[in-house]
Nanobody
Framework: QVQLEESGGGLVQAGGSLRLSCAAS????????MAWFRQTPGKEREFVAA????????YYADSVKGRSTVSRDNAKKTVYLQMNSLKPEHTAVYYC????????????????????WGQGTQVTASS
């Protein structure tokens, strides 16, 4: 039903910033939750941030609060992740994910709870 494609990754110096984009094709409804995850080789895929499509409520992992911002453009069907103060330990493949189910509770934070995934984009922060 939905295809996701990430872009905007690359190489940045420590302390620098990047903005990642996730473009969606297909039907996006107000019930969707869109999220960002990241994964380093040998480690589990980790939740970074999420946004509810309807009203734009945002949620963040404790480790990225204060330095990352997730947002969306309804007309372009695009989700963004602005990352500031990047460090070498933030180097990873970043993935965009979508969950079409509405919720009255807490935002979903695990890989298994999301139905749609992009291919990922590499982010590398040099020392």
């Amino acid at each position: 039903q939905v295809q996701l494609e990430e872009s905007g990754g690359g190489l940045v110096q420590a302390g620098g910033s990047l903005r990642l984009s996730c473009a969606a094709s297909g039907q996006i409804f107000s019930t969707y939750t869109m999220a960002w995850f990241r994964q380093t080789p040998g480690k589990e895929r980790e939740f970074v941030a999420a946004i509810r499509w309807s009203l734009g409520h945002t949620y963040y992992a404790d480790s990225v609060k204060g330095r990352s911002t997730v947002s969306r453009d309804n007309a372009k069907k695009t989700v963004y992740l602005q990352m500031n103060s990047l460090k070498p330990e933030h180097t990873a493949v970043y993935y965009c994910a979508g969950d079409p189910r509405g919720s009255y509770g807490l935002v979903r934070r695990t890989r298994a709870e999301y139905s749609y995934w992009g291919q990922g984009t590499q982010v590398t922060a040099s020392s």
